[in-house]
């Protein structure tokens, strides 16, 4: 495994971390006892950062890192995320601040979460959602350095609308983050245009979400591919849309064995070949998973492979809205 510095902190950071949206819910049956295995063997293979979210199972995630960190006797790094008050994901242009995160929620979430973490202090906090006209009410900002000052966050962050990476270019100027998370992939490449770069010259840590655009880029899923009742994907991947993605996928699947990799390991690649990149975080439920995927975290891709994977970007938002 390598690392990585944290933006502008001290803080080492391996370039693959753990995902555990999947085992909050929504991603079909749960298995905790799965879950925290999977998440040990992580610890186990020099994986150190791992993200979660309220939202995920309403603090069930946090509850296993906890559990996790008690069974193995090991910690790391822990990312969380305050949900929008106003439960939309994701934020609307036009709304107020004050309606989606007021200072008191900021705080009462950061409680809570703590408390399902087990933790006294959590390594970064970041807003859900984000809207770069927020900057203009810094009531936020001050229920940030309250809870740094209080010592309840180390860091703080926000993550950004999927698909738009445009709404944080003024967040990543501002000094006031230190860092955002993206989606980020072989088909999503735009943060590479503009906010990537910014990123870099302002020493902001940047976390790559879906890496695997929800399970297409492991190469995994076929046309007839059937997902559990529970599993929120029957709403992403709808017939018409998965033959597409299976088409696309199929022109990967030649470049990764040509190059001795899975798709998976290609999509990982692709991420950490930026230099922007500080981790990728893909959801891990299993130990082969964990596996396979840190074997990514070594030789990067040539840039000539690189111009190749840029003429396979497919700008899309498959994301049902919510909220």
């Given at each position: 495994?390598k690392?990585?510095n944290?933006?502008?902190?001290?803080?080492?950071?391996?370039?693959?971390?753990?995902?555990?949206?999947?085992?909050?819910?929504m991603?079909?049956?749960?298995?905790?006892?799965?879950?925290i295995?999977?998440?040990?063997?992580?610890?186990?293979?020099g994986?150190?950062?791992?993200?979660?979210?309220?939202?995920?199972?309403?603090?069930?995630?946090e509850?296993?890192?906890a559990?996790?960190?008690?069974?193995?006797k090991?910690?790391?790094?822990?990312?969380?995320?305050?949900?929008?008050?106003?439960?939309?994901?994701?934020?609307?242009?036009?709304?107020?601040?004050?309606?989606?995160?007021?200072s008191?929620?900021?705080?009462?979430?950061?409680?809570?979460?703590?408390?399902?973490?087990?933790?006294?202090?959590?390594?970064?906090?970041?807003?859900?959602?984000?809207?770069?006209?927020?900057?203009?009410?810094?009531?936020?900002?001050?229920a940030?350095q309250?809870?740094?000052?209080?010592?309840?966050?180390?860091?703080?962050?926000?993550?950004?609308?999927d698909?738009?990476?445009?709404?944080?270019l003024?967040?990543?100027?501002?000094?006031?983050?230190?860092?955002?998370?993206?989606?980020?992939?072989?088909?999503?490449?735009?943060?590479?245009?503009e906010?990537?770069?910014?990123?870099?010259?302002?020493?902001?840590?940047?976390i790559?979400?879906?890496?695997f655009?929800?399970?297409a880029?492991?190469?995994t899923?076929?046309p007839?591919?059937?997902?559990?009742?529970?599993?929120?994907?029957k709403?992403?991947?709808?017939?018409?849309r998965?033959?597409?993605?299976?088409?696309?996928?199929?022109?990967?699947?030649?470049?990764?064995?040509?190059?001795?990799?899975?798709?998976?390991?290609?999509?990982?690649?692709?991420?950490?070949?930026?230099?922007?990149?500080?981790?990728?975080?893909?959801?891990?439920?299993?130990?082969s998973?964990?596996?396979?995927?840190?074997?990514?975290s070594?030789?990067?891709?040539?840039?000539?492979?690189?111009?190749?994977?840029?003429?396979?970007?497919?700008?899309?938002?498959?994301?049902?809205?919510?909220?």
């Amino acid at each position: 495994m390598k690392f990585r510095n944290f933006g502008k902190t001290t803080e080492n950071i391996s370039e693959i971390g753990h995902g555990t949206w999947g085992m909050g819910g929504m991603w079909g049956p749960r298995d905790d006892r799965q879950a925290i295995r999977s998440l040990c063997y992580s610890l186990e293979k020099g994986i150190n950062f791992i993200d979660t979210a309220y939202d995920y199972g309403n603090g069930h995630s946090e509850s296993l890192i906890a559990s996790t960190f008690k069974e193995s006797k090991k910690t790391a790094f822990v990312a969380t995320k305050i949900q929008p008050k106003n439960l939309q994901w994701p934020a609307r242009a036009g709304i107020s601040m004050q309606d989606v995160f007021p200072s008191e929620h900021i705080i009462e979430q950061t409680e809570m979460s703590l408390k399902n973490l087990r933790m006294e202090c959590v390594d970064l906090q970041q807003l859900h959602v984000w809207q770069d006209a927020w900057l203009k009410d810094l009531n936020w900002l001050e229920a940030v350095q309250q809870l740094k000052e209080q010592g309840k966050i180390r860091y703080f962050g926000i993550s950004v609308n999927d698909h738009q990476p445009e709404t944080a270019l003024e967040a990543v100027k501002s000094g006031y983050i230190d860092s955002i998370q993206v989606i980020y992939n072989i088909f999503e490449q735009r943060p590479a245009e503009e906010l990537f770069k910014l990123c870099l010259k302002h020493e902001v840590a940047v976390i790559v979400r879906v890496p695997f655009d929800e399970g297409a880029l492991t190469g995994t899923l076929t046309p007839s591919t059937q997902f559990h009742k529970k599993d929120w994907r029957k709403h992403y991947f709808t017939e018409n849309r998965l033959e597409e993605v299976c088409r696309r996928v199929d022109k990967l699947k030649i470049i990764a064995e040509r190059l001795k990799l899975s798709v998976s390991q290609l999509a990982l690649k692709f991420c950490l070949s930026h230099a922007a990149t500080t981790t990728v975080i893909p959801g891990m439920r299993h130990e082969s998973h964990i596996d396979e995927n840190c074997e990514a975290s070594a030789k990067l891709l040539s840039d000539k492979v690189l111009e190749e994977l840029k003429t396979l970007a497919w700008p899309k938002n498959f994301y049902p809205s919510h909220g």
